[in-house]
């Protein structure tokens, strides 16, 4: 049963993922200990019964267009995990209901490390048995998952999602909307661009450019990254209709 007085707090996440979905929602239970989930869809998506089967959980379905942030005043996360879909969802939110960066909140699991030293901005989310050293940066909208590690003097920019596994060495630099694929090793003093992809399991020893699909070892750059193209031209579409 939820005891509905032990925590009275909302989370709204926007967008679904079958995948990710589950995962943020057992995550804030366990971080922040919320038991009330909203999923905020801007788009027809189909919702598994599975996922709002939970025995201590509490999840309701609702559609952007009929849902009143100011009236719920939930805490807001991402409910999907690919960078580029982060990046649709928030231009979307902010564009129809005004949520700006500060409006998220975020995720740190009690078993993952974060230095003291090393800062990060909202919207982020560290899985279990995570680790963020020393003098690091983190933007926004970032997602570490399970078992990564970002090194000493990291600088990671915003959308930026880290799969499991990977290592991010010191001083390193990754570009805005950039995905580090599973079990990746990323050397010191490596730059990665933006909107580019890692492949799994890749070794990365020399900087990788803007917008690019890369993976090997040593990772190699193999194709240009389109699926950025699409998710810009979306959110100019977003911005055209708000102008109308």
Known sequence: MIDKHANDKIMALLGFCAGNSPLVVEMAKD???????????????EIPEKFLDWK????????????????????????????HVKYVLYHYFYINHGLGKNSYTNIIHPTAYFAGSSEHGQGFILDPLCVVSTKSSIGFGVTV?????????????????INPGATVSGNVQI??????????????????????????????????????????????????????????????????????
């Open 31 to 45: 971080a922040l200990g919320i038991q009330r989930f909203d999923v905020v869809k801007n788009i027809a998506v």
């Open 56 to 83: 201590d959980i509490e999840i309701q379905v609702h559609t952007s267009e009929n849902y009143s942030f100011k009236e719920s005043e939930p805490e807001i996360h991402f409910g999907v995990l690919d960078a």
């Open 145 to 161: 998952k399970r078992s990564s590690s970002v090194g000493h003097h990291a600088e990671i920019s915003d959308f930026v999602t």
């Open 175 to 244: 570009g805005e909307g950039t995905t580090i694929g599973a079990g990746a090793i990323i050397n010191h003093n490596i730059t990665i661009g933006k909107y580019s992809m890692i492949g799994s399991g890749s070794v990365v020893t020399k900087d990788i450019p803007d917008g690019v699909v890369a993976f090997g070892n040593p990772c190699r750059v193999v194709r240009k990254f389109e699926r950025w193209d699409k998710s810009f031209d979306t959110v100019r579409s977003f911005r055209d209709s708000s102008i109308e």
